[in-house]
């Protein structure tokens, strides 16, 4: 109790000392807890646009279609086996497709394109593909009617409630071929999505496709994402070898890169910042060593112990930065939840570049509580760290000479 | 009487392969408990090294030092430690106390360190400091005492271990002569009413006047050692005798 109360004393001893270390610890909090939570928060929402928008957290195919994507490697709906996929607790939904290729024209043009056969209302609660809708009306479950994406109704100079033929090779090589009326438009962020997407609904796209109760994929509704892999794998172990089940990881590997590089280079942002904290905080500990070598080496001679030195300078140094570290998160949570209610959006470059992935570049910052507990425990760890250098030379420290003027 | 101090053919040398120091040579030395003696000779002559040396602060190259039946030369490093919070109350020049504490914690500290109850403590503190007159300034940090109360303060905190012995080096050495008359008084007084031994040096006509002892020192070796008569008056006051 002693100790602790002369630790803070001590603490105290240099008040613009301790407040300047104080003040660079709670710097270098309030930076990374807030730039760790924008970053994570930028992540999040690129992982949740992109489930959300397109591939779901987890697809069921069957075995082999993610390499091959064509129509023969389509299968059977069914609803046991749609049963089965909902089985496991963390799935709470999913959605049939059935995706192929066919050529699109008008009376002038004609264009490549991607046709999506969808369930509307069950692919609505995944997606949200309603929300997309920016002219004309969205898909009812055997619609005759298409969902056209903007870019390519403006390819194909067509327009809400004109005609377009569709034309392409079916399952098992029959002819497909078919006349529908543009009933809605929708527009997507993705360029990709948005030059080449036509939604038909599912029992529109087997009949086109001669691929009668058909389907080439299952997208998933998960209740929690962070769960992914290990549910993953018990749809995967429930469905066994004739079927894949794929996480969005493994479906678009390039964005998990993406957000590999970014942390990467947040790394290095957040070592340097720490870098120069743990310079300051090397400097003044420096200082107070050499200040107060007479007075440890007196403790030493008047007989106490060159453990309880340590302690007691152990203690001053973990209150120091603790106390950095308190105020540091204590500042950040404010600035953290502001970010989060009113979030930042990105512009220039950086906008460009979330917009090819097909999503606004409005970033909340993510409030996840494990950031500051992080960044609070690099922070004291390195303050440890330093430390030793007080307890090497407590070590080392011989009362007689330290006692010399 | 108890012996506290005996020491046999002690020898320092500093520096040994360069240039050598021979800081004390050969000394013997034997001290009674209740003895109030004083180390003296010129600067350099082995006075703070002997003092080292007795206090366990630091090793001698030969001979034994034993202190109150304890051999110090054959301690560990942290044995040492321990033997000195037990048995060496030590007075240091200046900077005795820590600034950050008052002149109540820095007697207190010693006795934390002993882990004494803090009843005791508290008993103690009280006694020390009417002892040294200083009840006023009890909750006083250093840097508002004058130099002699801080060495009162420093005494207190030699004391409060109740150790064999206290080891005072020059401990008057930066006070003016009425603080130093006022030190030595109390010194004295607690030397007397403790039972504690005492050995300061110094290089004060008017310090050395007070002791009961004087060993003097020249070159690391015992010039003289000779006891002063018992009957010579101890509270005169050195202020009005210059
Ligand atoms: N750590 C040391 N290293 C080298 N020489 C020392 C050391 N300490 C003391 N000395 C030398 O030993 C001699 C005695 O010093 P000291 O005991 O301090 O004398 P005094 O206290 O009587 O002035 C001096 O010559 C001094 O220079
Ligand atoms: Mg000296």
């Known amino acids: 109790m002693w100790l602790l109360k002369l630790s803070w004393k001590n603490m105290w001893r240099n008040k613009h000392r301790t407040t300047i270390t104080i003040s660079a610890i709670f710097f270098a909090v309030v930076l990374s807890v807030v730039t760790s939570s924008l970053q994570d928060g930028v992540f999040d929402n690129l992982i949740k646009n992109v489930v959300s928008f397109y591939s779901g957290y987890l697809q069921v195919h069957k075995q082999g279609y993610w390499d091959e994507r064509i129509l023969d490697n389509s299968f059977e709906a069914s609803v046991s086996l749609e049963q089965q996929i909902l089985q496991p607790k963390n799935v709470t939904g999913l959605a049939p497709r059935l995706e192929s290729f066919a050529l699109a024209s008008s009376e002038e043009l004609t264009k490549g394109c991607v046709v999506i056969g969808i369930s509307p209302q069950r692919e609505n609660t995944i997606t949200a593909l309603q929300n997309k809708v920016i002219e004309g009306e969205y898909l009812i479950e055997n619609d005759v009617g298409v969902l056209l994406a903007q870019g390519l109704a403006a390819r194909l100079r067509l327009q809400l409630h004109d005609t377009l033929i569709l034309i392409g090779q079916g399952y098992h090589g029959a002819t497909a071929a078919g006349k529908y009326f543009i009933k809605g438009i929708v527009k997507f962020g993705s360029p990709d999505l948005n030059e080449q997407s036509l939604f038909l609904s599912l029992a529109a796209a087997q009949d086109l496709y001669s691929a009668n109760g058909r389907v080439t994929s299952y997208v998933l509704a998960l209740k929690n994402p962070a769960d992914l892999n290990s549910t993953a794998e018990s749809v995967r172990t429930k469905l066994g070898g004739t079927y894949e089940t794929m996480t969005w990881e493994e479906m678009m590997p390039e964005i998990i890169q993406h957000i590999q590089t970014d942390k990467g280079s947040m790394y290095i942002i957040q070592g340097i910042l720490y870098l120069l904290v743990c310079f300051g905080i090397f400097g003044t500990l420096l200082m107070m060593m050499v200040e107060r070598k007479y007075e440890m080496g007196m403790l030493v001679a008047i007989g106490m112990k060159k453990i309880k030195l340590m302690q007691l300078l152990l203690v001053e140094s973990v209150l120091t930065v603790f106390s950095g570290c308190i105020v540091g998160i204590t500042v950040s949570i404010p600035i953290v939840y502001y970010l989060n209610k009113y979030p930042i959006r990105f512009t220039g470059e950086m906008a460009k570049v979330y917009e090819e992935f097909g999503f606004e570049a409005i970033f909340p910052s993510s409030t996840d509580s494990g950031i500051f507990i992080t960044q609070g425990l690099i922070v004291l760890g390195l303050g440890l760290l330093l430390s030793l250098y007080s307890i090497i030379k407590i070590a080392a420290l011989n009362p007689v000479t330290a006692m010399k003027k | ?242």
Do not use: C, W, Y
Request: zero cysteines; glycine letters at 6%; a neutral charge.
């Open chain 2, 1 to 242: 009487m108890k012996t506290v101090i005996d020491a046999h053919t002690v020898s320092k040398t500093f520096n040994p392969n360069t240039i050598p120091v021979h800081a004390i040579n050969n000394v013997h030395l034997h001290m009674e408990q209740g003895e109030f003696s004083a180390l003296v000779g010129p600067s350099g002559s082995g006075k703070t090294t002997l003092l080292n040396l007795i206090g366990g602060l630091d090793k001698p190259d030969t001979g034994n030092i034993i202190i109150h039946g304890i051999d110090i030369t054959k301690l560990s490093p942290n044995e040492l430690i321990d033997f000195r919070l037990h048995n060496i109350g030590f007075v240091f020049q200046s900077f005795n106390l820590i600034p950050v504490l008052t002149a109540k914690e820095n007697v207190e500290l010693i006795m934390q360190l002993q882990n004494r109850k803090r009843a005791d403590i508290e008993k103690r503190i009280l006694s020390l400091f009417k002892q040294i007159g200083l009840e006023d300034k009890i909750d006083t940090r250093p840097s508002q005492l004058s130099g002699g109360q801080q060495q009162r303060v420093a005494v207190a905190r030699a004391l409060a271990s109740k150790p064999q012995l206290v080891l005072a080096d020059e401990p008057t050495a930066n006070l003016d002569s009425k603080s130093a008359a006022n030190l030595l008084d109390i010194m004295a007084k607690l030397n007397q009413e403790e039972n504690i031994t005492f050995i300061f040096s110094t290089h004060d006509v008017r310090v050395i006047e007070r002791a009961r002892r004087v060993i003097t020192l020249v070159d690391g070796q015992i010039h003289s050692d000779t006891a002063r008569v018992e009957t010579e008056p101890q509270t005169t006051d050195l202020a009005t005798a210059k």
